[in-house]
């Protein structure tokens, strides 16, 4: 019978502290919500010591989720164990993850500890986290480069001490495969009490080797894996949870695993983390991408159409890829539209899909085809619109290679509405100052993407802002088949929230660096406004 792997999650713990993708409480909880319906077997939901907001979003996370273990990272200290316990008692499955470096490296450079006192240290540790939960994993930080004597006596004290499961990451992407499969095997081997905990691979992905690694961990022994969604994490990344998924999945020959995960909600988690991050997935990114199920060649194009497995190892059905079977267009009703949100996997509210309905309509005004990819893009954008303050009631824009441009933009907010005229070196950036002259709050532009959405001329432009106020970082997507539309309803999806105040800021993480345009604070000039 095929062994059971529990798959791991750390998209918001090593993930998240990856510099573009911080993420706030509302948005926390919505990826951990999306890994449950995935089917992870546990999400490690912050590093609750670390800060107060990533105390109360790991508390946040494990009242929010049922059928899922809820973790909290701890150094191997009575404070952080603490703060750990705090933020995760109230899960239905609690687990605190504790951890400690263990390669000589770390314990004399880092440390300052002796081989001894680091053994002593994590014996207390383990202990005293084991007396609250009974759900203990415990991490020898720097494992792969660590003396495999001492791991196996490390790893059958912590395991003595109780502890459940036993992590070796490689936590700084160096071993091979064959190194993984060396030192699984001597701990399984070499330490006695091995069988009373479960082996789990955390692989980082310096050298690129982070799926080989991890697959190279299961095959000698290890049943948890812990990964992130598209392998965000720190510095290249981890192991991405799709990859290791879909060859177990693929190779049962080599594997013979199961895991709980529901592959085809794979692409919509991933575009769930990509919609809320603003950080693009790359078009050829394994199983995810864009173009992974693309057949561009004539040879594969005509080998696909003989036998979709000629080239084709899995299918995009079971990764979630959708594929619908009608097209909408401008004489759809609602029913239909709605119809179609469901085949897209949504579950809206009547009001938001009334919402929805309109913007549709509004499209097929100006697009000839809706595509999925289109309406997909309406409805992401359309989320982070929940509580509008500010709305854009009309803008008009001149722009040209010989004059200033110069935006000109009405916002209504409530019973009213008001004009603003600015100018700037481009349109986008006139229209942003008109903006922020308007709610007469300064902001500073972080970053600013745009893309179309689909192909052809009349394809819809999708814009991402991140803006900051000194209070926090704020995000705001728009889409549009104008591109200046776009911009501005994405700054005002990001000023709506910046206005709301600091629970929706984005905790910490270092401001994204790929802004086209300066950063300076848009304000302080003296254009007319009513
Ligand atoms: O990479 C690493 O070693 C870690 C541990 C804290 C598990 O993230
Ligand atoms: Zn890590």
């Not at 970053?447 to 000194?470: C, F, M, N, P």
């Amino acid at each position: 019978m095929a062994d059971r792997i529990y798959i791991f999650d750390t998209t918001l713990r090593d993930g998240e502290q990856a510099p573009g993708y911080s993420m706030n409480l509302d948005e926390k909880i919505r990826v951990a919500k999306q890994l449950e319906t995935l089917g992870v077997d546990i999400i490690e939901a912050g590093f609750a010591i670390s800060s107060p907001g990533d105390a109360e979003s790991v508390r946040a996370i494990a009242g929010a989720v049922n059928d899922v273990t809820v973790a909290s990272l701890a150094r191997a200290l009575q404070k952080d164990i603490d703060a750990a316990w705090d933020a995760v008692r109230v899960a239905r499955r609690p687990r605190i993850h504790v951890f400690l470096a263990t390669s000589d490296l770390h314990l004399q450079y880092k440390l300052r500890m002796s081989r001894d006192e680091a053994v002593e240290r994590l014996k207390s540790a383990v202990r005293y986290a084991r007396n609250l939960c009974p759900d203990i994993e415990f991490s020898l930080e720097d494992a792969t480069r660590t003396d495999l004597d001492y791991m196996c006596r490390v790893v059958e004290e912590a395991i003595k001490e109780g502890a459940t499961t036993i992590n070796l990451p490689d936590t700084v992407g160096y071993a091979s495969p064959g190194d993984i499969t060396e030192m699984v095997t001597a701990v399984r081997n070499r330490v006695p009490n091995i069988d009373k905990a479960i082996i789990s691979m955390h692989c980082h992905d310096d050298l690129g080797l982070a799926t080989a690694n991890t697959l190279a961990g299961v095959r000698a022994g290890a049943r948890q894996i812990e990964c992130t969604l598209c392998g965000i994490g720190e510095r290249a990344g981890n192991t991405a949870l799709e990859e290791v998924v879909m060859a177990m999945k693929t190779r049962p020959d080599l594997y013979d695993t199961e895991t709980r995960i529901n592959t085809e909600e794979l692409c919509r988690s991933a575009r769930l983390l990509s919609s809320i991050t603003g950080v693009r997935i790359f078009p050829s990114k394994a199983i995810v991408g864009d173009n992974a199920f693309a057949h561009e060649s004539g040879i594969h194009q005509h080998g696909m159409m003989a036998n979709s497995k000629t080239y084709e190892i899995m299918t995009p059905e079971s990764v979630g890829v959708v594929k619908t079977n009608y097209v909408l267009g401008k004489h759809s009703g609602q029913h239909a539209f709605s119809r179609k949100l469901e085949e897209l996997g949504y579950t809206l509210t009547d009001s938001e899909v009334s919402r929805l309905f309109a913007e549709f309509k509004n499209l097929c005004d100006r697009k000839k085809n809706v595509t999925d990819r289109d309406i997909i893009a309406l409805v992401e954008a359309s989320e982070s619109h929940d509580k509008q303050t500010w709305s854009l009631v009309s803008y008009v824009v001149t722009s040209g290679n010989s004059i200033t441009s110069t935006a000109c933009i009405k916002l209504k907010n409530g019973d009213k509405t008001v004009e603003g005229v600015a100018s700037g070196t481009g349109p986008v950036y006139a229209s942003l100052r008109a903006v922020e002259k308007i709610i007469r709050h300064p902001f500073s532009l972080d970053d600013y993407q745009l893309q179309a959405v689909t192909e052809h001329r009349d394809a819809l432009g999708e814009a991402l802002v991140k803006i900051s106020d000194g209070s926090g970082v704020y995000r705001g997507r728009g889409v549009s088949t104008d591109v200046i539309e776009a911009s501005i309803l994405a700054c005002l999806t990001a000023v709506n929230r910046m206005l709301e105040g600091a629970s929706s800021s984005i905790s910490g993480g270092p401001a994204a660096t790929t802004a086209s345009f300066e950063n300076d604070m848009l304000v302080g000039h003296t254009d007319k406004e009513d």
